[in-house]
């Protein structure tokens, strides 16, 4: 399953690096990509983990920048 998502307020590329680091260790997680240019997120992942992969991408985002709002895209 993929999602994807808009990272309103992301300001920093080395942030978005890190974020896509981060998130692509989660379990589940076949591949993420952070895209700083145009403040998207996409996930891939097993479909069962998908909401708790959701719910750790959103921490990992606002442990990183604050003040990013993740929303679905």
Not at 44 to 65: L, N, W
């Amino acid at each position: 399953m993929k999602k994807k998502f808009i990272l309103e307020g992301l300001e920093c590329a080395n942030c978005a690096a890190k974020m896509e680091k981060v998130i692509k260790e989660l379990d589940g997680v076949k591949d993420a990509t952070v895209n700083f240019m145009t403040q998207k997120l996409v996930i891939e992942g097993e479909d069962d983990k998908m909401p708790t992969i959701i719910q750790e991408s959103e921490k990992i985002v606002k442990k990183i920048e604050s003040h990013v709002v993740m929303r679905k895209a």
